[in-house]
């Protein structure tokens, strides 16, 4: 989890994430999830190359991680913190609240060959010597 700037004022909270800060990759796209319904399990696959960092912009929900071997589990509810996720673990986003969205800094293009989908050819590729 790392945090995200935001400048506060009496008008509200304006938060920034630009090239290099906070993390170090460059964003080729962005995407957001929204009207996700609370029992909804999103993700469920992992990104062999794609660098990610996820904020909750609004509401909260959970996002578990896998390296193949150990599971963590995040609770994302701040739009002044992100959660990088580099590539090789499978993600499962879950227990989206009402009214939440979830913004997605990604280090690639979209890439349909990037993705795993198979748990088990997963668990294959990031356990493998
Ligand atoms: P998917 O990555 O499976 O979503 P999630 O992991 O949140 O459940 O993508 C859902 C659909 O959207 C799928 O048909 C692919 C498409 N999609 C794009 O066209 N462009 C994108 O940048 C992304 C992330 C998904």
Do not use: C, N
């Amino acid at each position: 989890m790392i945090p995200v700037p935001a400048m506060r004022d009496e008008l509200g909270a304006l938060g920034v994430v630009e090239k290099d800060s906070p993390f170090p990759f460059p964003i080729k796209r962005v995407y957001f999830l929204y009207d996700v319904p609370a029992e909804a399990v999103r993700g469920s696959h992992a990104h062999k190359a794609l660098h990610q960092l996820i904020i909750a912009v609004a509401g909260s929900f959970r996002v578990e991680l896998d390296d193949g071997r150990t599971r963590t589990d995040f609770q994302l509810s701040s739009p002044a913190q992100g959660l990088a996720v580099p590539p090789g673990y499978w993600r499962t986003l879950h227990d989206f609240s009402a009214g939440s969205a979830a913004l997605v800094l990604a280090s690639e293009e979209y890439d349909p060959s990037d993705y795993i989908r198979d748990y088990d050819v997963f668990v294959e590729w990031a356990t493998r010597g």
